[in-house]
């Protein structure tokens, strides 16, 4: 993929930190990849963002979104097809996404230890009985696990 291809070559020539990337094929459908690098500064961070996003306009035709761009703590960078997270060092920490994403290696590889728990494992629990999963996800916290007594 060309696209994975432009920004794993954009940080590396950037020195990003820590770059790992995740195939996210199989495990979701809103890309294909997600990149998750550090830079060392929020100079550094926007930098690297503005020059994936000039680098895929210029050698691919692609128009980027990025997010987070004026503190450059944390930068999304939407470029449908992969997904890249640019972050601080300690705001990297803090979100942890790779632990997220069960991510456990620079393969990319995934481990059962580290992976979400499967569906099935859920089955059996209805926060709100013969409600439908989007009637259930649209109540509040407070009615969908009211257990019918008056506080």
């Given amino acids: 993929m060309a696209l994975h291809a432009l920004v794993m070559s ?16 199989g ?24 020059k994936i996003a000039e680098r895929a306009k210029a050698e691919l035709g692609r128009s980027v979104r990025i997010e ?9 960078i939407d ?3 992969v997904i890249v997270h640019l972050f601080r ?11 997220m994403w069960a991510f456990d290696g620079p393969s990319g590889s995934t481990s059962e230890r580290r992976a979400p728990p499967k569906a099935s494992a859920f089955k059996d629990l209805d926060p ?9 996800a649209s109540l509040g916290t407070e009615e969908a696990f009211d257990d019918g007594e008056d506080d």
């Fill in 128 to 136: 709100v009985p013969d409600a439908t999963p989007f009637e259930a």
């Fill in 27 to 50: 495990k979701t459908s809103i890309a294909d990849h997600m990149v998750i690098a550090s830079g060392r500064s929020t100079r550094q961070v926007a930098s690297m963002a503005a």
């Fill in 79 to 81: 470029a449908q097809d």
């Fill in 68 to 76: 987070g761009l004026p503190a450059a703590d944390w930068v999304l």
């Fill in 10 to 25: 954009t940080l590396e020539d950037d020195q990003a930190v820590e770059v790992v990337s995740i195939p996210l094929a």
């Fill in 89 to 99: 060092p300690e705001v990297r920490t803090f979100y942890n996404l790779e632990k």
